[in-house]
């Protein structure tokens, strides 16, 4: 039972004529047990199954401990049965459900207790269901745009060591003995491989550093700022994280007004899920006009932030009282929008790294072969 201390546990079992022999506090759960992790599939499945046992006129208790039975990850089982229990002591399901913040978002219990609020918990549950399966596709496609990338760099990198590392060192040998003047391709080469080969630890030092400094930078505020616009500013790619950004504010400022959460809130949770510090701080300054009166678009407009596009879709929500439906237009814009920016930056990256693999071999090949080739000349003249 959820209970604030243990004397209001005492007193509340003692009007249900029942006594307190043993309480002990109820720790968070964690979605790790074991390695084992609540992913987004797993709670899509839930919601479907409670959305459908509820609307089947099923009683929560019973459509708790069905699906308690059916749940296979120990994490999502654990949670099931702590939220039953509650459920079963008097607690509300969005107040069970908030005892798990690892498992269950905020969204996700805003939601929930807008859902109970208005009595239509089965609706709101199918609204749950395809923002978390617009939520599992925005993730395939953010990761199809950055593991492709990330691969490729890697390769890149290591095709250069092996090259100049270990190829390279094998064959100066060769080169020194032909006794004939080094080109500057050559001497270049030689000296980066010797970087290389006698400093590789002082490169690993460096990668290392920059990867704490901007751990450190994205541990304040102002680093975020700095990175996240430096993020935006980037080449090719800066479009695509501000219109992934754009997708998931739309999102999740319009599926949680449509339920019923009050804009406040909802603006509050769509600052911490967009996923960048400028875009955050832009909707954080937002909310503070619209609490002292002002329009939502006029607010968005004034941060400089947001594009025309957004702006205008939620001018004429404002102006008609259907926001929650101009942010689905702009939400159902982005999806298009991604998927296609995606093949764009692919487009433009993919023929850039084949540019810069085959630059890596030609300068090696070329750093061997020009003075292979004058060496050859002598030979011809004597």
Same mark, same amino acid.
């Given at each position: 039972m959820l209970a604030d201390n243990e004397q209001q546990l005492t007193l509340t079992l003692r009007d249900m004529d029942l006594y307190l022999i043993e309480a002990k506090l109820e720790s968070v759960s964690s979605p790790f047990i074991f390695g084992q992790l609540v992913k987004r599939r797993e709670l899509?499945?839930?919601?479907?199954?409670?959305?459908?046992?509820?609307?089947? !006129?099923? /009683?929560?208790?019973?459509?708790?401990?069905? %699906?308690?039975?059916?749940?296979?990850?120990?994490?999502?089982?654990?949670?099931?049965?702590?939220?039953?229990? #509650?459920?079963?002591?008097?607690? !509300?399901?969005?107040? @069970?459900?908030?005892q798990h913040p690892r498992i269950f978002s905020d969204i996700y219990v805003n939601m929930i207790k807008a859902g109970e609020a208005s009595g239509n918990l089965t609706n709101v549950l199918e609204h749950l269901t395809k923002f978390l399966e617009w939520q599992d596709a925005l993730a395939a496609e953010i990761k199809r745009a950055t593991v492709y990338p990330a691969t490729v760099f890697v390769a890149v990198m @290591? %095709?250069?060591?092996?090259?100049?590392?270990?190829?390279? /060192?094998?064959?100066? *040998?060769?080169?020194?003995?032909?006794?004939?003047?080094?080109?500057?391709?050559?001497?270049?080469?030689?000296?980066?491989?010797?970087?290389?080969?006698? =400093? +590789?630890?002082?490169?690993?030092?460096?990668?290392?550093?920059?990867?704490?400094?901007? &751990?450190?930078?994205?541990?304040?505020? *102002? =680093? &975020?700022?700095?990175?996240?616009?430096?993020?935006? &500013? %980037? /080449?090719?790619?800066? !479009?695509?994280?501000?219109?992934?950004?754009?997708?998931?504010?739309?999102h999740h400022l319009g599926i949680l007004l449509r339920t019923g959460v009050d804009?406040?809130?909802?603006?509050?949770?769509?600052?911490?899920?967009?996923?960048? #510090?400028?875009? @955050?701080? $832009?909707? &954080?300054? $937002?909310?503070?006009?619209?609490?002292?009166?002002?329009?939502? +678009?006029?607010s968005l407009q004034e941060t400089g932030v947001f594009p025309p596009l957004v702006i205008r879709m939620v001018f004429v929500g404002e102006t008609t009282g259907t926001i929650d439906n101009t942010l689905q237009k702009v939400t159902e814009f982005y999806d298009r929008e991604i998927p296609a920016t995606v093949k764009r930056v692919f487009a433009v990256m993919e023929p850039l790294f084949i540019v810069i693999l085959a630059g890596m071999v030609l300068l090696v090949a070329l750093s061997i072969f020009i003075p292979l080739y004058g060496a050859l000349g002598n030979v011809g003249k004597r």
């Open positions: 899509i499945t839930f919601t479907v199954h409670l959305s459908a046992a509820l609307g089947a !006129g099923i /009683p929560i208790l019973q459509a708790f401990e069905d %699906l308690e039975q059916q749940t296979v990850n120990r994490a999502m089982h654990r949670a099931l049965q702590a939220i039953r229990e #509650a459920l079963r002591g008097g607690s !509300g399901l969005s107040d @069970a459900m908030a @290591a %095709l250069t060591g092996l090259l100049v590392g270990f190829v390279f /060192p094998k064959i100066l *040998p060769v080169i020194l003995s032909l006794k004939v003047p080094l080109p500057f391709i050559t001497r270049a080469v030689m000296v980066f491989a010797e970087v290389v080969r006698g =400093g +590789w630890y002082w490169i690993l030092f460096g990668a290392v550093a920059l990867f704490i400094l901007m &751990r450190m930078l994205k541990a304040s505020e *102002p =680093g &975020r700022v700095i990175v996240d616009a430096l993020k935006l &500013r %980037l /080449p090719v790619v800066g !479009g695509l994280v501000e219109k992934i950004c754009l997708s998931r504010f739309a804009i406040s809130q909802s603006l509050s949770i769509a600052e911490r899920v967009v996923g960048n #510090a400028v875009i @955050a701080q $832009a909707i &954080r300054e $937002a909310k503070e006009k619209v609490i002292q009166g002002g329009f939502l +678009w006029r």
